[in-house]
């Protein structure tokens, strides 16, 4: 069952994007950051207080820490998804699990030093293998996919997924200290509307267009059912072999994105950026089974 949720939380999330390539034309990323934080406290908070969870946290200055690198990541996901075809900027933000395995090469190869009298770490060729094979997909998808006014959009999409690895570990760190899921997600969500409405007074409020604004309603409630879905998905994934299953089932977004694409916005993508996309979704893959077998108890991504 718990592969069933998974299943629905990428399809809700790959709706989102769908949400946001509408609302696009009518809103800046602040704006659909903002609202999108106001409608996900609103979630949130009714979920918490049924599940009599406290807000109230020990940790203010982590929280404020993941919501300030999940804040940039989503605006930045936002951006792409306004400026490139629907499949190529959710995989450019689920490249989060291949820049994870680059932190973890990246740590083990600069924390140590020759004077400490800890042996060197292996070079975990493996995960090495898997974040250059992850990038190689990302040259193979964005050249044959992208014209020259796109490259700018394919940066801000790397770096989308740049920082929701970051705020994935943020998050990892967080649960190890015993912070409840809800609550993690409830402070992102109060740092997204805080963000949104301090960008909006930099880029200024877009003319209300009346009922497009509409939109804005379901990008905020299927992200928000989107992470509870993925919560209820990692939540009943008890074992090891499970929480696999689970982590790489979110790669079934892209799948739903690219149909989007095809069918909503007529997105062509020649034969080599799918292969590229898929080159992408086995490294990322491949990256989850190596780290989950170094850490079984690893706690879920978020969007």
């Known amino acids: 069952m718990q592969a069933l ?7 809700l999330f790959a709706s989102m994007g769908v949400c946001v390539k509408f609302a696009s034309a009518y ?32 940790y203010p200055g982590m929280h404020a820490w993941r919501s300030l690198i999940g804040v940039l990541s989503i605006s930045a996901w936002f951006y792409a998804i306004a400026h490139l075809p ?33 042996p060197r770490p292996p070079l975990q060729v493996p995960l090495l293998l898997t974040v250059l094979t992850g990038f190689a997909g990302v040259v193979l998808m964005l050249r044959p996919s992208l014209g ?42 109060t740092g997204s509307a805080v963000a949104g409405a301090a960008a909006m007074a930099v880029t200024g409020m877009s003319s209300w267009p009346g009922w497009p604004a509409l939109w804005l309603l379901p990008l ?9 879905c993925m919560t209820r998905a990692y939540s009943r994934a008890l074992t090891p072999r499970g929480t696999l299953v689970v982590a790489n089932l979110q790669y079934s977004g892209i799948v739903f994105a690219g149909i989007y694409g095809v069918l909503l916005f007529g997105d062509q993508l020649p034969l080599a950026a799918w ?10 893959i491949a990256a989850t089974v190596l780290r989950t077998q170094a850490a079984p108890d690893t706690p879920a991504e978020e969007h």
């Open 148 to 189: 020259d006014s796109q490259g700018f959009a394919a940066l801000i999409g790397l770096g989308s997924g740049l920082g929701a690895a970051l705020a994935y570990m943020q998050v990892v760190a967080l649960s190890r200290l015993g912070e409840p899921e809800t609550r993690t997600v409830f402070y992102f969500a």
């Open 5 to 11: 949720w998974m299943v629905l939380a990428a399809f």
């Open 27 to 58: 809103f800046n990323s602040a704006e659909m950051v903002f609202y999108r934080g106001i409608i996900g406290m609103a979630v949130l908070w009714w979920l918490a207080r049924s599940q009599q969870v406290a807000l109230a946290t020990r």
């Open 220 to 228: 905020g409630m299927l992200a928000a059912l989107g992470q509870l």
């Open 275 to 284: 292969a590229g996309m898929a080159i992408i979704v086995a490294s990322g």
């Open 86 to 118: 629907l499949g190529t900027s959710m995989t450019l933000n689920y490249m989060s699990s291949v820049w994870v395995a680059a932190f973890i090469v990246g740590g083990a190869l600069f924390t140590w030093r020759p004077s400490s009298r800890q």
